[in-house]
């Protein structure tokens, strides 16, 4: 799938952007999926707000608890101080999470193509396992911005495995919030992890281990423009980044992380699985 060029282009940079990989059509369906899907929410209860900048969702059962859950969460500015929601649940939705390419048929097939497990197979995976899987909407107006990070904070495996699959579901442009990435950034390690307090308890919230305080160099970030259907591969380490969205247009994108069977993956990464509900790969 990935010609000698475009891996050397990954291991130079830590990603790798591949236009026309899946069909506008395929991208539409799910689009169309997960509008049908939106009908059907109920925004009572404990549904939970997500946000980068804010770190309560890190305490909260919703989040921890959504490894083998579709889930919806909220953007920040949707919900008022009471925690009523300040618009239409179909625009106020964040994300979906983190377990629909296991629970739902339609993003099963999306997710486990041919042509997914090549690309897989081409970056070096030997074993690997779809860990979890994110749909996001990036909201106009209100989708919030996601911070500099690398992947590899929040899904650690020893030795580093993670791969981000970022698959453009509507054209991601400059003003509705495309990603930004930081080109060889991926050759830093880690600056923090995310990670659980207690891993045999995880009522006890999450916490970050700082390695380095020094913030990332954000003025060598690069916009990563894509039509739908374009395939982004972000390497674990990849400083990565998207602004808020600010136009009048949505920005939906599927994510897929991706691990190595054969390394270990952290008893106290805040995503678990209960043992009954395994990782499959493609
Ligand atoms: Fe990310």
Redesign the pocket.
Known sequence: MLSTEQLQQFEQDGFIVLPDFVERARCEELQAHVDALLVGLDGSGEACVFSTTDPSHGANEWFLGSADKVRWFFEDGAVDEDGNLTRAIPEAVNKLGHAMHDLDPVFDSFSRTPELAEVAGDVGFVDPKLLQSMYIFKQPGIGGE?IC???HT?LWTEPQSVI?FWLAIEDATLNNGAMWALPGGHRQSAKSRFRLVDADDRSKGTTTDVFDEVPYDTDGLVPLEAEAGTLIL?HGTLP?YSAANASNKSRHAY?LHVIEGTANYLSDNWLQRPPDFPLRGF
């Open positions: 996601v990070h690398c992947d929040f981000g972000l990565h994510t």
